[in-house]
Nanobody, 121 residues
Framework: QVQVVESGGGLVQPGGSLRLSCAAS????????MGWYRQAPGKQRELVATMNTGGQTNYADSVKGRFTISRDNAKNTVYLQMDSLKPEDTAVYYC???????????????WGQGTQVTVSS
């Protein structure tokens, strides 16, 4: 069983900062990549940022220069540092992990339950 758990969401004023954490645990052989997605009410889920094990990153244009993704491979944890937050950033933020559970398995994607980020004055 693989678990993916996010934390760090909350209420912040425009221009403020927030740091999200996501830890993957359980039967994990290797992780290909971990990333952050978000979904606002009435909108589709969108990519925020991803990072593969080799350190390659990918950011949505809307957050580039404001958000930074980082990782702690020893803890199977990925972080999202969010600066200069805007009301448009308000959403439920979901973490996912693309991983192998054994040497013989095919990779699969596991999702966390999400953490609410609200940017409001």
């Amino acid at each position: 069983q693989v678990q993916v758990v996010e934390s760090g969401g909350g209420l912040v004023q425009p221009g403020g900062s927030l740091r999200l954490s996501c830890a993957a645990s359980g039967k994990i052989f290797a992780i290909n990549a971990m990333g952050w997605y978000r979904q606002a009410p009435g909108k589709q889920r969108e990519l925020v940022a991803t990072m593969n094990t080799g350190g390659q990153t990918n950011y949505a244009d809307s957050v580039k220069g404001r958000f930074t993704i980082s990782r702690d491979n020893a803890k199977n944890t990925v972080y999202l540092q969010m600066d200069s937050l805007k009301p448009e950033d308000t959403a439920v933020y979901y973490c996912n992990a693309d991983l192998y559970t054994s040497y013989f398995s095919i990779p699969a994607i596991y999702w966390g339950q999400g953490t609410q980020v609200t940017v409001s004055s």
